[in-house]
């Protein structure tokens, strides 16, 4: 990758999160969000996230002031050598926003959009000068945390800009899981999806509450699901015979479970039972602690599992 600074074009949550971790990385970061008050909260989350970041490891360099704050998108983009694009999920802002970075950076720069769930090809479209530069790559809040990122090319995506963007995230620390085939949400988010289908379903039947749904999650299969995938863990379920065994002992009933998962829909009373739910479930909690108990856990967690090397 050419030397440079990397842009950052969309300040919020997602976008704050990933400034933090390109400067704990070493790098310069130039940022642009058109929100009034942006570079101040920008600068707030960084500082927030700096004793996190500091623990699992600063590289060399790595400092909050090299930050510097870009008038337009544009601006942010001139010059980078890698834009992270964290815009609004919709279409119209991303598609005026991407054209500007598409316009304003050099063209060997690859611009990566942390959508949630838009399509790279069609986010290429967007693109009139370089769309082949074009891909997602998603991260998980929060961004300058969690490990994961999705990387997602586009039908117009070339191989090479794609191999750059896999290594640019793992030389961040970041876990790079590539994304063979456009689906709608990628991965992560449809298998996110895919449980909150069945936990809203719960809910609605009055199965269970919003809160023991969360402790089922949180002190069951959550903690193995940290560790290991759901696949491996099944794997290792089944004893000496593995996955094998455990399809063969556990398959029938599991498509019996599955067959009768449920298909809710958001109405407004569901959504109001959610709500409900979790501010009951919540009440008397301080969630300013709560978030700052959640970064520290997840920080001790990263750390051990970067002690064990055998853990995929």
Known sequence: MSTGHVAVAGAGVIGAGWAALFLARGLDVLAHDPAPGAERRLRE???????ALTRLGLAEGAA????RFAGSAGEAADGA?????SGPER??????????????APPSAPVASSTSGLMPTRLQEMCALHPERVLVGHPFNPSYL???????????????VVEEALRFYAGLGKRPVL???EVPGHVTNRLQAALWREAYSLVERGVATVADIDAAVSH????RWALLGPLVNQHLSGGPGGMARTLEHLGPPAQRWMDDLGAPRLT????????????QELAGVDQARMVADRDELLVRLIEEKRRHHDLP
């Open 268 to 279: 407004p009373a569901l959504t109001e039972a959610l709500v409900r739910g979790v501010d």
């Open 146 to 160: 969690i490990p994961l990122v999705e990387v997602v090319p586009g039908a117009r995506t070339r191989r090479s």
């Open 45 to 51: 989350a960084v500082r927030q996230a700096w004793p």
């Open 64 to 67: 909050p002031d090299r930050l």
């Open 179 to 181: 994304v063979r085939r």
């Open 81 to 85: 050598c890698f834009v992270q694009e």
């Open 91 to 104: 279409e119209d802002l991303k598609g005026r926003l991407l054209a500007e970075l598409d316009e304003a």
């Open 220 to 223: 069951g299969p959550g903690l």
